[in-house]
T-cell receptor
């Protein structure tokens, strides 16, 4: 059983819609990462957070430590946001990064 | 200038061969990693190095041997390649562990 669960696995939306991708993990963490992998294959780090909320442009990441849950939001989605979004965590006492299975987002013009 | 660069980007080879993938970062980071992404796009850590010292060595076959000649380089050597080694291998670096990750473009290895 994967220790990092993402939902949904696939998401298709119209351009302009507000997007939410969820990530749940099982025990205490020192950090949570959101990564973006474009169809070309390259991986980009979007956020690294351990509490609260971070914002970068149209992207917002939140984390609730008590509920062991994080969300990635995209406002005013655009076809160029189409990518796989991956959640990953550093668990306390086991600092290797554990990855979720990813959410494939497709934004239709 | 590319921050984390891997070579080669594509590698096609026969079973049983030995091959290497090179990684270099010009960000001055102390920590470097190798990750494997399988055909289902699932990422898994293979190795982690901090300032040339091995920190994490996941359950990877002995045929895989990382080498870090200096903290800017982390190369991956694979002996006796098998079909199951076909994957995309990503190098990454970070200023600290845990820290923000900077990935290379990936090296797609195909074993025939």
């Amino acid at each position: 059983k994967n220790e990092v669960e993402q939902s949904p696995q696939n998401l298709t939306a119209q351009e302009g819609e507000f997007i939410t991708i969820n990530c749940s993990y099982s025990v205490g963490i020192s950090a949570l990462h959101w990564l973006q992998q474009h169809p070309g294959g390259g991986i980009v780090s979007l956020f690294m957070l351990s509490s609260g909320k971070k914002k970068h442009g149209r992207l917002i990441a939140t984390i609730n430590i008590q509920e062991k849950h994080s969300s990635l939001h995209i406002t005013a989605s655009h076809p160029r946001d189409s990518a796989v979004y991956i959640c990953a965590v550093n668990y306390f006492g086991n600092e290797k990064l554990t990855f979720g299975t990813g959410t494939r987002l497709t934004i239709i013009p | 200038d590319t921050a984390v660069s891997q070579t080669p980007k594509y590698l096609v080879t026969q079973m049983g061969n030995d091959k290497s993938i090179k990684c270099e970062q010009n960000l001055g980071h102390d920590t470097m990693y190798w990750y494997k992404q399988d055909s289902k796009k699932f990422l898994k850590i293979m190795f982690s190095y901090n300032n040339k010292e091995l920190i994490i060595n996941e359950t990877v076959p002995n045929r895989f041997s990382p080498k870090s000649p200096d903290k800017a380089h982390l190369n991956l050597h694979i002996n006796s390649l098998e079909l199951g080694d076909s994957a995309v291998y990503f190098c990454a670096s970070s200023p600290r562990d845990p820290g923000e990750l900077f990935f290379g473009e990936g090296s797609r290895l195909t074993v025939l």
